[in-house]
């Protein structure tokens, strides 16, 4: 039994290194916002490095880590920033953390150094960090161990996008030497840096629905400390992004549809409308269907009134036809009077119009 536990500690510790840079921490079904537009807080005094800021997820949704200048946990680790990244349907967290390299970030272009691979804003050179002036905020005097570096960005496009892969995102892949980088011994964020992250989680302010992608306190001189001449306010909220715009695609075309299926259902209404009324209008012209002819110019005045069609010379037969029908001894009667041929076309009129509408 002690053996038995003796093993699994020794599991336990083995598997320290793997979770330091878990990745997934947090999975989210809806992509974070674009990064803003900031400027960078002068490094505070020598040996502090830029941990850029980030969207970090919550009870209330997304919400801003403001970057801030941090004292690695010791001399030689470089900071690889966290990431969001798109697999299995969801958006997770990819944790950052303290190395002797830096690591695969996303290829996320965060600024002022982390350009989406490797870091450009400083080095480590015989136990302290030399500062390139170029990506970074040198204003104070104290520091003079710097340097100048033209740092260019491959990115085509700049859109301040904050995620890798999914629809409208970053589509880089690890590097070899990012990969490499992944495997060697990684220290977690600091205490300071953990304490900064859970104070931005309770500023109301730094809500991305709040803010609308431009947060007050964009950055910081130091670790948790919000207020003061070294906060640095974003200057704009990043361009919306192409998940961004995609989503909204998406859920229209799920609210167009139904708007979509009613005018095509209010159409055939109509339709069966319309068909509605030639049907009665060919139900009060069938007794005249075929003696209107001469009037085609005016087959308005016809559907005005039945008795104006009877007063015409063409449906006085028609009217006299009822009255045989209606009384058919009366028919020799007026025969016998006036021997005309009139009634023997009467009779044959009736029979013929009868056999159109069989």
Known sequence: MRNLRLLLLSLLVLAIPAISHAQFVVSVQIAPPGLPVYVQPAVPAPGYLWTPGYWAYGPEGYFWVPGTWVQPPAVGLLWTPGYWGWSGGAFGWNAGYWGPHIGFYGGVNYGFGYGGVGYEGGYW???????????????????????TKTVVVNNTTVNNVSYN???????????????????????????????????????HALLASVNHGKPAI???????????????????AAVENKAAENKAAENKPAENKPAENKPAENKPVADKAAPAKPMAAPA???????????????????????????????????????????????????SAARPQPAPQPKKENPAEEEHPHQ
Request: glycine share 6%; no cysteine; hydrophobic share 30%.
């Open 125 to 147: 050179n015989n136990g302290a960090f030399a500062y390139n002036r170029s990506v970074t905020n040198i204003s104070n005097t104290t520091i003079t161990n710097v340097y």
């Open 165 to 203: 892969g999914g629809t409208g995102g970053i589509s880089s892949r690890p590097t070899p030497e990012e990969e490499a980088a992944a495997h060697e011994q990684h220290t977690p964020p600091t205490q300071m840096q953990t304490e900064h992250v859970k104070a931005a989680s309770t500023n």
């Open 218 to 236: 964009a950055a910081t001189s130091k670790p948790g400390e919000f207020t003061g001449k070294g906060v640095v306010a974003a200057k704009a």
């Open 284 to 334: 009060a012209s069938n007794k005249e269907a075929t003696p209107p002819k001469p009037p085609a110019a005016r087959p308005a005045s016809a559907a005005r009134s039945a008795a104006d069609a009877h007063a015409q010379p063409a449906p006085r037969p028609q009217a006299a036809a009822p009255k045989t029908e209606t009384r058919p001894p009366n028919t020799p009667k007026s």
